[in-house]
T-cell receptor, first 115, second 113 residues
Framework: DGGITQSPKYLFRKEGQNVTLSCEQN?????MYWYRQDPGQGLRLIYY???????QKGDIAEGYSVSREKKESFPLTVTSAQKNPTAFYLC??????????????FGPGTRLTVT | DAKTTQPNSMESNEEEPVHLPCNHS???????IHWYRQLPSQGPEYVIH???SNVNNRMASLAIAEDRKSSTLILHRATLRDAAVYYC??????????????FGKGTRLHILP
C-alpha cells in the first residue's frame, strides 16, 4: 500500500538530547513537509523540501534540522536548542501541481515528549 | 503568503447540513482552494479542492464565490464522525512558485447528537 510512515508513534527523551524523527513515503512524491502541532492549535510549518537535496525553512525552523538525501525520506532532527520540543509532529508529502496526487498526504504523526 | 480566515468553532446538529466559511481576500489568480480535516490524534486528510467552479465529491461540496475571495465547505448531512478541525488553505497552482503550504488554526466543528 502507498502512504507515509512516521516512526515511532510515541517518543520520550530527556532534555538536552537531540532526537531524530523518521518520515518515509512510497508515493513517489517530489515534495515533503514537516509540521508541528501543539494542543488545541493549528499546524505550523517547520521545514519543507520540494526536491531531493534541497529544503527551505518554514515559519518555526529554529532548533530543528532536516536532510533530503533520498526522494523517499525526510528525517527531522529536534536539537537541544529547541526550547519547547514537546509536541505532535506531522510529516506530509505531495505530488506535482496538475497531477491527480497534488493534494498533501499526511503521516500518522509522532508525539514527542521531552522531560 | 496568501492567508485564510476561518471561525474558531462551529456547532451543528447531526443529520443536518453544515456550511463552513473561509475568507481569502488576498488570493492570487493561480491559487487553488484546498480543504483538509483533522480527526483527533490523527494527521489531516484531504477533503476537496477547487479553483473557480463549485466542486462536489463523495465527502463534501465546495462553493467558491465569483470573486474567489471566499469559499464555503458544505457537508450535506453531518454525522458524529464529521466532528473534526477543518482547515482551508491556498495552494500554488503555478509549478514555478514556491509551494510553502501554510495551515491556519482551522474551524473546530462540533456535531450535536
Amino acid at each position: 500500500d502507498g502512504g507515509i510512515t512516521q516512526s515511532p508513534k510515541y517518543l520520550f527523551r530527556k532534555e538536552g538530547q537531540n532526537v531524530t524523527l523518521s518520515c518515509e513515503q512510497n508515493l513517489n512524491h517530489d515534495a515533503m513537509y514537516w509540521y508541528r502541532q501543539d494542543p488545541g492549535q493549528g499546524l505550523r510549518l517547520i521545514y519543507y523540501s520540494q526536491i531531493v537535496n534541497d529544503f527551505q525553512k518554514g515559519d518555526i525552523a529554529e532548533g530543528y534540522s532536516v536532510s533530503r538525501e533520498k526522494k523517499e525520506s525526510f528525517p527531522l532532527t529536534v536539537t537541544s536548542a529547541q526550547k519547547n520540543p514537546t509536541a505532535f509532529y506531522l510529516c506530509a508529502s505531495r505530488g506535482r501541481p496538475g497531477q491527480n496526487n497534488y493534494e498533501q498526504y499526511f503521516g500518522p504523526g509522532t508525539r514527542l515528549t521531552v522531560t | 503568503d496568501a492567508k485564510t480566515t476561518q471561525p474558531n468553532s462551529m456547532e451543528s446538529n447531526e443529520e443536518e447540513p453544515v456550511h463552513l466559511p473561509c475568507n481569502h481576500s488576498t488570493i492570487s489568480g493561480t491559487d487553488y482552494i484546498h480543504w483538509y480535516r483533522q480527526l483527533p490524534s490523527q494527521g489531516p486528510e484531504y477533503v476537496i479542492h477547487g479553483l473557480t467552479s463549485n466542486v462536489n465529491n463523495r465527502m463534501a461540496s465546495l462553493a467558491i464565490a465569483e470573486d474567489r475571495k471566499s469559499s464555503t465547505l458544505i457537508l450535506h448531512r453531518a454525522t458524529l464522525r464529521d466532528a473534526a478541525v477543518y482547515y482551508c488553505i491556498l495552494r500554488a497552482g503555478d509549478m514555478n512558485r514556491d509551494d510553502k503550504i501554510i495551515f491556519g488554526k482551522g474551524t473546530r466543528l462540533h456535531i450535536l447528537p
